[in-house]
């Protein structure tokens, strides 16, 4: 089976969140195509993290984007990021814990999944 990559059209719709991690804001946006309403990349970054925090970030943007735009279920992203642990998640209280910036994506991402059935 080829995979065929689907072009990112020049204007989409997106939803974004904000969500506390132990690394400070990170913002998590979904860009979704017209004709089929289907996430076709995400964006996420942290409010005022510089240097290799961001540089991590945008590769990882840049992979799942791909894997959107080569149809890549979002199950299959949630169930890879969901679970990832850096140090700095033993700051927050259990039930609110994001347990790094892949987890927060995952979260997002599982979100739009239980209420826009991606």
Same mark, same amino acid.
């Given at each position: 089976?080829?995979?065929?990559?689907?072009?990112?059209?020049?204007?989409?719709?997106?939803?974004?969140?904000?969500?506390?991690?132990?690394?400070?804001?990170?913002?998590?946006?979904?860009?979704?195509?017209?004709?089929?309403?289907?996430?076709?990349?995400?964006? $996420?970054?942290?409010?005022? $993290?510089?240097?290799?925090?961001?540089?991590?970030?945008?590769?990882?943007?840049?992979?799942?984007?791909?894997?959107?735009?080569?149809?890549?279920?979002?199950?299959?992203?949630? $169930?890879?990021?969901?679970?990832?642990?850096?140090?700095?998640?033993?700051?927050?209280?259990? $039930?609110?814990?994001?347990?790094?910036?892949?987890?927060?994506?995952?979260?997002?991402?599982?979100?739009?999944?239980?209420?826009?059935?991606?």
């Amino acid at each position: 089976m080829e995979l065929v990559k689907k072009e990112r059209p020049k204007v989409i719709d997106s939803a974004s969140e904000m969500i506390e991690t132990g690394c400070g804001h990170l913002y998590v946006t979904i860009g979704f195509d017209g004709e089929e309403d289907m996430p076709i990349e995400v964006r $996420a970054a942290l409010g005022k $993290a510089g240097g290799c925090s961001n540089c991590y970030l945008e590769a990882l943007n840049r992979v799942i984007s791909l894997g959107f735009q080569y149809g890549i279920p979002i199950k299959e992203f949630v $169930a890879e990021l969901m679970g990832h642990q850096c140090p700095s998640s033993h700051m927050w209280p259990e $039930a609110e814990r994001v347990l790094s910036c892949p987890d927060g994506i995952a979260k997002v991402l599982d979100g739009y999944c239980k209420t826009r059935g991606g």
